[in-house]
């Protein structure tokens, strides 16, 4: 076991761990999840200071203080105070800032510099890759970015955005995205910009993309909308509620059943000296070794 990368006391498996180490009956505590996998980001309005804490303390995998879409212009600077005020004082969480073309986009940066609990940001209407860089830049390039898909010139520029100097993951923000371009929010009209997301984070070396919201207290809905994320092969998905993060990261995580198929299949693959026997060992031998890694980041045991 090693300490928790994020400082915030939880238990983490070391990567040096193996599935067998999962196969354990020692219960496991709750852990801080590398933000590169992070499959719940839970979207926390900056109006409500008084809920931050009990919302960093939710079984979501990545806590996101919003004082952007979730705030009133002309409450902006006072939530912007709170974020800020909360974070420097043991606070920590990613903040989701206005867009770069917006008049507080640089007073919000200019706010977080140097803020010691400031995890990352994500920034709302992501365009260009300069946007991207430019808000690393104001940075001190000391913290990540998450870019927030939102329109279609975003979408269309998506895999330079993905190759931008400081973009760490992409998102959608899959209602703007309808708003301004009228589809409608059915997977199959979601399909294209969801698969341009993964092909483009792809083209930039970065981890699977994070999906749009469900919105609405519909657990079945929910889950439903998760499975097609994971189906698209994203690997994340932006919650509005602490009660939709246990679903999500349920859903975008890997099945006991599979756990153990990879178990049994490394296994095998070392008992033959690691050879490679047809073309589909590669393929199957990549696949179980990034099961191993999520099961092994999420505690996620076998069957058996």
């Known amino acids: 076991m090693s300490a928790d990368p994020y400082g915030?006391?939880?238990?983490?498996?070391?990567?040096?761990?193996?599935?067998?180490?999962?196969?354990?009956?020692?219960?496991?505590?709750?852990?801080?999840?590398?933000?590169?996998?992070?499959?719940s980001w839970l979207l926390v309005p900056g109006t409500r200071p008084e809920s931050f804490g009990d919302m960093a303390a939710s079984r979501a995998d990545a806590v996101v203080l919003d004082i952007e879409d979730a705030v009133d212009p002309r409450n902006k600077p006072q939530a912007r105070q709170d974020v800020v005020d909360w974070l420097s004082a043991g606070g920590r969480a990613w903040v989701r800032v206005n867009d770069a073309a917006s008049p507080f986009w640089a007073e919000d940066l200019a706010a977080l510099v140097g803020v010691p609990g400031l995890l990352g940001i994500m920034l709302a209407k992501t365009e260009s890759p300069d946007q991207v860089?430019?808000?690393?830049?104001?940075?001190?390039?000391?913290?990540?970015?998450?870019?927030?898909?939102?329109?279609?010139?975003?979408?269309?520029?998506?895999?330079?955005?993905?190759?931008?100097?400081?973009?760490?993951?992409?998102?959608?923000?899959?209602?703007?995205?309808?708003?301004?371009?009228?589809?409608?929010?059915?997977?199959?009209?979601?399909?294209?910009?969801?698969?341009?997301?993964?092909?483009?984070?792809?083209?930039?070396?970065?981890?699977?993309?994070?999906?749009?919201?469900?919105?609405?207290?519909?657990?079945?809905?929910?889950?439903?909308?998760?499975?097609?994320?994971?189906?698209?092969?994203?690997?994340?998905?932006?919650?509005?509620?602490?009660?939709?993060?246990?679903?999500?990261?349920?859903?975008?995580?890997?099945?006991?059943?599979?756990?153990?198929?990879?178990?049994?299949?490394?296994?095998?693959?070392?008992?033959?000296?690691?050879?490679?026997?047809?073309?589909?060992d590669l393929p199957r031998l990549g696949r179980a070794q990034k099961i191993e890694k999520l099961a092994i980041a999420f505690g996620v045991h076998p069957t058996s």
């Open 133 to 280: 860089t430019s808000s690393f830049d104001r940075l001190r390039a000391s913290v990540p970015v998450v870019a927030l898909i939102e329109s279609a010139l975003g979408m269309e520029d998506a895999a330079h955005i993905a190759r931008a100097r400081g973009a760490f993951r992409l998102a959608f923000g899959s209602g703007d995205f309808r708003r301004d371009t009228g589809m409608s929010a059915d997977a199959e009209a979601m399909a294209y910009p969801r698969a341009r997301l993964v092909v483009a984070s792809r083209v930039g070396d970065l981890p699977g993309p994070i999906d749009g919201p469900t919105v609405g207290n519909s657990m079945p809905t929910l889950r439903e909308h998760s499975a097609i994320t994971v189906s698209m092969g994203m690997t994340g998905k932006l919650c509005l509620a602490a009660e939709q993060a246990p679903v999500i990261n349920e859903v975008i995580c890997p099945a006991p059943s599979e756990v153990e198929w990879a178990l049994d299949f490394l296994t095998d693959f070392e008992s033959r000296g690691r050879v490679i026997r047809d073309g589909s």
């Open 8 to 39: 915030n006391g939880a238990e983490v498996l070391d990567p040096e761990e193996d599935l067998r180490t999962l196969s354990s009956t020692r219960p496991l505590r709750h852990r801080a999840v590398d933000p590169s996998i992070a499959r």
